[in-house]
Structures are given as structure tokens and as C-alpha cells.
């Protein structure tokens, strides 16, 4: 949607196709941050060399460096350009997360993770009601938006989160004529708010989109790409491109063969957190058959996900991520071995890495479980489950026991339960609760950097991060290795511009977001970099290309 505003505005004509009913995709179901280096926020003594020294130090030598460069100059003028198209970011000082590293040299203790402000969604008219909603788990009883700063603070329940509450329940409850229309928040918030603020902006332009059209392949001539075949209520049509096709149509996770075909381990679409079934590596696969090069195939934006049930639909489930979840105290992760393999309060990224890692070791990981007490389950939330103190067990479905939760009296009668070996569970339970009652983690040094400090119950002592599983009853829920996105795809150059084995670009063809490989290579380096990395090479496509025109 960037490109094209970008490229409309630049004098191009474009056309923007969909294959869902729903525009959108994953992009309207995240938080919407984007991770912009040296924003005018950021902490005194960042800059553009500071954020290519910590991109080098991440990708470990395995993106360009004049590939990195452009991200860390270029993406700095996103968020005034997305304030030009009517799309305001803010950083919240207090509010953003340490980079995902924060010892590798130029990392940022915080400041350069950008929120989007909420929107009115009335503006979009009609369109409301095409944009793709927040997944039900991301908003206020699945149905009440909330954003960044919003819902860090319920969940913290940091000072003042009782007004806020009512403010959020008040603003919902009291629009009555919007209510008579609709169960949907009329205001747009995270994901929702960037895509709606995007698809304002092409209203405004008259930029056509096409709801239901399926890119299917390309179409070649004289090695340039002139077009494209679609596939719209089962007929195939063709579109001419004279410029040039930008491939925008996300990463493969979607597609359980490509899965299988370059994921390590057997994995499952159903483990993602993305939309279902969309994003089935069209446009890779499309590239490929033109001699594109690929990078970075066995990689994703790995997250942990575990099974919730939802009212949104009635009675279903879905994968939902614990992005910090797992950095309250009283809790622990153990693989099938009943053994600990990772720091818990990592990033998501590098826990789904260290998932990986295990799984290749033991055979024993993918799932693993989360497992907690009954302190943690009172005060805590949990994927969408709220503190026991709030929705108690008994106000849960019975048939989420011992399904989706799982429950029991001692830690032998749970590790029975979930098939872990009890004598290895009850021993590295033993060993993490003496450690935790002094604040400690010398095996995998949980609480010991700056970004496992973000998290956690501050109120907590010694330690906001580790505190003993002891308190029966004891709970487990099961990890599965899921991912927000897969970040393998066709190899692109500086401009987006998609390579061919050859090395030389492709004529006519430019690939952004997930849809590319990542300029991020197997790193995640901080909140927000998927969207940053998107919608900054989206930008640069379409300035090529209207450069070249
Ligand atoms: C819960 C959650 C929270 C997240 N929060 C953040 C965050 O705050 N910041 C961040 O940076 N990242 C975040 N992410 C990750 C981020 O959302 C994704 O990496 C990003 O949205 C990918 O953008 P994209 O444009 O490549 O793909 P998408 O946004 O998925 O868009 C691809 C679109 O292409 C369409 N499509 C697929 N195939 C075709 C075809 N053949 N023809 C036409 N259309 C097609 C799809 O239907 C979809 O609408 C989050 C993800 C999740 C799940």
C-alpha cells in the first residue's frame, strides 16, 4: 500500500491487488510499530553508525552492508512521510523496549521502537469494513481496541490503569450509533490504524484495489517483466505492468509444502500467528520460476505461540504469541525432557531460534511447555487469558483443561500429565526455584540484561524476572515453534530490486516485506523491524522505479 501511494504520487499509475476478501494481511493484525534508528526520539548518542554497527554485529556478515546502510539512512524519514499520508507515529520515552540485543555494540536501551497513533475509523466509510480486524486476542474482550502504551499498562496494572479501563469501556460502550452497526471498535488502533490510515490515503488518491484477485505469476518478455496473471472468481486474467510489478504479497508461512521444504523442522501453518491461508509464498514462488535467487529460506520471525480459545468465532482456537508473557516470575520453560534450554525472557525471536537449537539436539522441543504457579496464574496474564484474579478458573470453559491448559495438584502429577519425565522436572524445578528465590539464573542468566529487565512484575523481589514455581496448583501450557511471518524470499539488491542467480536485477520486478528476503538476514534486531524494513524498502521501490521511468 506503500508503494503505491508512493508511486501514484510520483506521477506512476498503479494498480493494487488482493487475494483475500480483506485487505490488510498480517500488517493489520500486528502492533503497527515500527523500528526506526535515530528517530528523533531516540536514546543521545544514537545515530546512523551506531545503527549499522549493531545491523552488522546482528546479521553476522550475512546482508550487505551497503543493504544495511540504506535501511538505517532511509528508514529515518518514514515516519515524517507516513505523517504526510495522514499516518502519525510517536515514541513513548518510558514505553519502548530495549533492541532485541543489548550487548551488541550500537544497540539502543530504548527509543527507537515508533507507535501508531489510533485512528477514527468512520473515515474509511464503506472500506471499514473490508480492512482486516485485530485477531480477537489483541483487543479488550476480543472486541475493544487497545494500543501499545495501553496495553502495557493493564497488563503491568502500572499506575492509573483503573481510569484508563473505564475510559477504553466508556469510549466503546458509549458510541451507541456505531454499536447499532456494528460489534467493531470505531477506533482503529496498532495494525488496524496503520493499514486504515494507508487505505485513507489511496482513497484520497483514487488508487484502485482489487479485493479477491490472486497474483499468480509473472509474465516475461525479452527478460523484463511486463506483467502479471491473476486469478479473480476462478477466471485468469492478465494485467500489463509498463513500469514494473512490486511484489508485496508476504512471506510463505502459510504454505505447509514450502514449510516442509525449507523450514529444519516439520512445522504447522496453524502455528503462526498470521491470517490464515494467505500468505502461501505466491510471489516467491512466482519469482523463482524466473530465475529469481532466494535468501534466508529456513528462517521466520519465529514467536512462541499456544492454543487459546476464542468467542470469535464461537468455540474456535488459534495460535496466539507470547511476545512477554514469559518474563513474569513463577514460571519457567521446560523442554519434552523436563530440562530448561533458553534464558525464558529472550526475545521471541531468539527464543524460537533457541527452540530450533534444542529440537536439532534432543528431539525433544518443538512443542515444549511454559509451565507455571498458582501465584503466576492469579496475577498474570497469559496469551489472551487474563489473571486468574480477574476470569478465576472456574469461569473458564471446562474443556480447556487439560487441552488448552493444563492442570494439576503437584509438579509429578502435571509433568505426568504433559509426559515429561518427572524425576528430570521435578529436579530442574528444584534447582530454578533455589536459584530464584536469590534472584538468580546461573544457568541461563534470566534477569541479567537490559531487555529481560523491560519485563517482569516490577513490583517483584529480588528479582522482577524469577521468583519459585511452589504454589499448587501448577499449570502448564504447550509452546509450539510459531512465527509472525516467514522471512525468506527472493535475494533483493539496495532498491528492492529482486536479483536473478545471474547476480544482476531482474528487469521490471521489486519485492518488499516478507514477500523478500529479509534485509534483517536471520536477525530480528529490535520491535518493529519487520514493518520498518517493509515499508522502508517499499518506499525505495517505488522511487526506483520512478526514477528509471
Ligand atoms: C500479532 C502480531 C503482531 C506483530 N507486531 C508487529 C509490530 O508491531 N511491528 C512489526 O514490525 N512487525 C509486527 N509483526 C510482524 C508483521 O506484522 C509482519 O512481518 C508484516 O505484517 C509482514 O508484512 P507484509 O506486507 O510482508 O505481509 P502482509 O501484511 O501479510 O501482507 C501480504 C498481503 O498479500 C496478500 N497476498 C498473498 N498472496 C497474494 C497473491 N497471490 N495475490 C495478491 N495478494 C496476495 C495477503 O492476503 C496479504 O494481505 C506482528 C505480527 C503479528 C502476527
Request: with cysteine.
Amino acid at each position: 500500500m506503500l508503494a503505491a501511494i508512493r508511486a501514484h504520487d510520483l506521477g506512476l499509475k498503479v494498480i493494487l491487488l488482493e487475494k483475500s476478501d480483506r485487505y490488510g494481511g498480517t500488517s493489520a493484525q500486528s502492533g503497527g510499530a515500527i523500528w526506526i534508528p535515530n528517530n528523533y526520539s531516540s536514546h543521545p548518542g544514537d545515530s546512523t553508525e551506531a545503527a549499522l554497527a549493531y545491523l552488522k554485529t546482528v546479521t553476522e556478515g550475512a546482508v550487505p552492508e551497503a543493504k544495511l546502510a540504506r535501511y538505517a539512512e532511509v528508514s529515518v524519514q518514514m515516519p515524517a512521510y507516513l505523517a504526510s499520508l495522514g499516518v502519525h507515529y510517536y515514541v513513548d520515552p518510558p514505553l519502548t523496549a530495549p533492541d532485541y540485543y543489548p550487548s551488541a555494540p550500537g544497540a539502543s536501551p530504548g527509543g527507537r521502537t515508533m507507535c501508531v497513533k489510533p485512528m477514527d475509523g468512520a473515515v474509511l466509510g464503506e472500506e471499514f469494513f473490508r480492512l482486516r480486524e485485530q485477531q480477537p486476542q489483541h483487543r479488550l474482550l476480543e472486541k475493544i481496541s487497545i494500543d501499545i502504551p495501553e496495553g502495557i499498562q493493564l497488563s503491568n496494572k502500572s499506575k492509573g490503569w483503573i481510569g484508563t479501563l473505564l475510559r477504553i469501556f466508556a469510549n466503546y460502550f458509549g458510541n451507541r450509533r456505531w454499536r447499532r452497526r456494528t460489534y467493531r471498535d470505531q477506533r482503529l488502533t496498532l495494525g488496524n490504524s496503520l493499514i486504515g490510515g494507508l487505505r485513507k490515503a489511496m482513497l484520497d488518491r483514487g488508487i484502485p484495489l482489487h479485493l479477491k484477485t490472486a497474483f499468480t505469476r509473472l509474465v516475461v518478455k525479452n527478460g523484463r517483466v511486463v506483467g502479471i496473471v491473476a486469478e479473480r472468481e476462478g477466471n485468469e486474467i492478465q494485467l500489463s505492468a509498463a513500469r514494473a510489478v512490486i511484489l508485496a504479497s508476504g512471506g510463505f508461512e502459510q504454505s505447509q509444502p514450502l514449510r516442509e521444504r525449507y523450514f529444519e523442522h516439520s512445522t504447522r501453518p496453524d502455528w503462526s500467528a498470521t491470517p490464515p491461508g494467505n500468505n502461501t509464498g505466491d510471489g516467491l514462488t512466482a519469482a523463482i520460476a524466473i530465475g529469481a535467487d532466494t535468501e534466508f529460506m529456513n528462517e521466520a520471525w519465529w514467536a512462541p505461540t499456544v492454543k487459546m480459545g476464542s468467542n470469535f468465532p464461537p468455540h474456535t482456537v488459534r495460535s496466539v504469541p507470547l511476545f512477554f508473557e514469559r518474563g513474569f516470575p513463577h514460571s519457567l520453560a521446560v523442554n519434552r525432557l523436563g530440562r530448561r534450554f533458553v534464558n525464558e525472557i529472550c526475545s521471541y525471536h531468539l527464543f524460537g531460534q533457541a527452540m530450533i537449537k534444542d529440537q536439532t539436539a534432543t528431539k525433544a522441543n518443538l512443542p515444549c511447555w511454559l509451565v507455571f504457579d498458582a501465584t503466576f496464574r492469579h496475577k498474570y496474564p497469559i496469551g489472551a487469558l487474563l489473571p486468574g484474579s480477574m476470569v478465576p478458573d472456574k469461569k473458564l470453559p471446562p474443556d480447556w483443561f487439560d487441552h488448552l491448559i493444563y492442570k494439576a495438584d503437584s509438579l509429578p502429577a502435571l509433568a505426568d500429565k504433559i509426559g515429561v519425565p518427572v524425576t528430570n522436572f521435578e529436579e530442574t524445578v528444584a534447582r530454578f526455584n533455589d536459584n530464584a528465590l536469590k534472584g538468580i539464573d546461573p544457568d541461563f542468566g534470566r534477569g541479567t540484561n537490559r531487555y529481560n529487565l523491560y519485563f517482569g512484575d516490577p513490583s517483584h523481589l529480588p528479582c522482577r524476572v524469577l521468583g519459585p514455581v511452589a504454589t499448587a496448583p501448577f499449570y502448564a501450557v504447550r509452546i509450539d515453534l510459531g512465527d509472525i511471518g516467514s522471512k525468506g524470499g527472493p535475494k533483493t539488491d539496495t532498491e528492492a530490486r529482486v536479483l536473478h542467480t545471474n547476480g544482476h536485477p531482474i528487469p521490471g520486478l521489486y519485492a518488499v516485506g516478507n514477500a523478500a528476503g529479509s534485509v534483517m538476514g536471520c536477525a530480528y534486531p529490535g520491535p518493529g523491524a519487520t514493518l520498518g524494513a517493509a515499508i522502508t524498502f517499499a518506499y525505495l521501490a517505488a522511487d526506483d522505479i520512478a526514477r528509471d521511468a
